[in-house]
């Protein structure tokens, strides 16, 4: 199943977060590949390497890739590297996805990268392939392949119409609108 | 902050749930309560019964409340019952919130307890009065008290107004629209 998260409100990757808990309560293994994130340790990292210790020792990995935010927050590197980054991450979400060793595969912020035409949209679905639905049979390719969650804003036309389920996380109220307090640990990191 | 997720589309929960891993990770204690589940084990209950043998023994703790389904899958308690349930629940969740123990409380389909006249908004609006700005002096009643998420579909107007923050989920794209599978462990639990 091909899940998308997109939309200009709070909760997409947190969503994807979620639905990571319930699948590795359910059993499953789960990868998280982060790309466009900051350099700081988000809530989630700090979570997912306690659980180093634990049962979930193997069942829950995030790799980060990219080169923090793009054109935001004082970022002055050539949009080249940036470009660069999403394309080595791509290429390791490629091999996840063909490994099989994954029962839900989260592919963070990847929206973005083809909004901010880091990679192409064409490149994401090209790495989607093995696990989207023949619209001739209506069967998977593979029964063993991953359930894949795209999150971030301004998801491709391209992502909706392949995807099994979409969300969009719309804006109704935030507070940064009111300007009233910047981001703050355990909510928004 | 009071956060509302809203919306007919999916991640509203897990959004919720994301958010509870967010703050785990960042050292911060956890209450979810969850009003009007099913019986059943989610991924969550089990992740979370996992966590006991953690660093976050005591820092996750998940109360189930509510008589399960209402009106639907074969529901046929009197909706009296319903009531009595969901005012039990409000009853911890008010106490919990008074107690100062946690930094973050989910009330799970909260908006939903509402929409079904088990309990009205303005019987949660008063247990959340504590932690409600003051909009006069824009400033929090007390430092201490904790986040709360409000969950659930057709939150009501009230709590929209009195909310830092609210996300409508809306769906674009469902898979039971097209009767193709029905709940999954693991994504939809």
């Given at each position: ?7 200009n409100g709070?909760?997409k990757?947190t969503?994807?977060?979620?639905q990571a808990?319930r699948a590795?309560?359910q ?24 659980l180093?210790?634990?049962?979930y ?6 790799i980060?890739t ?8 004082g970022?002055?590197?050539?949009l080249?590297?940036?470009?660069k ?6 290429k ?10 994954y ?8 929206n973005n990268?083809i909004d901010?035409?880091?990679v ?16 001739r ?8 392949s991953?359930?894949v969650?795209l999150?971030g ?9 392949i995807?099994d ?11 940064f609108?009111k300007?009233?307090?910047?981001a703050?640990?355990?909510?928004d990191f």
């Amino acid at each position: 199943m091909i899940l998308v998260f997109t939309g200009n409100g709070k909760g997409k990757t947190t969503a994807a977060l979620g639905q990571a808990i319930r699948a590795l309560g359910q059993g499953k293994k789960v990868l998280i590949i982060q790309f466009i994130k900051g350099p700081w340790k988000s809530g989630e990292d700090i979570f997912a390497r306690k659980l180093r210790t634990t049962d979930y020792k193997h069942k829950l990995q995030i790799i980060k890739t990219g080169k923090g935010f793009v054109k935001i927050l004082g970022d002055k590197l050539p949009l080249k590297d940036h470009q660069k980054a999403a394309r080595e991450g791509l290429k390791i979400a490629e091999q996840k996805i063909k490994s099989k060793k994954y029962d839900l595969i989260i592919l963070d912020e990847i929206n973005n990268t083809i909004d901010l035409k880091l990679v192409s949209a064409k490149d994401v679905l090209k790495i989607l392939k093995p696990i989207r639905v023949n619209p001739r049979s209506n069967q998977r390719k593979s029964a063993t392949s991953p359930d894949v969650i795209l999150t971030g804003r301004n998801a491709p036309k391209s992502f909706i119409k392949i995807a099994d389920l979409v969300t969009e996380m719309k804006e109704i109220k935030h507070p940064f609108q009111k300007n009233k307090k910047s981001a703050r640990a355990g909510i928004d990191f």
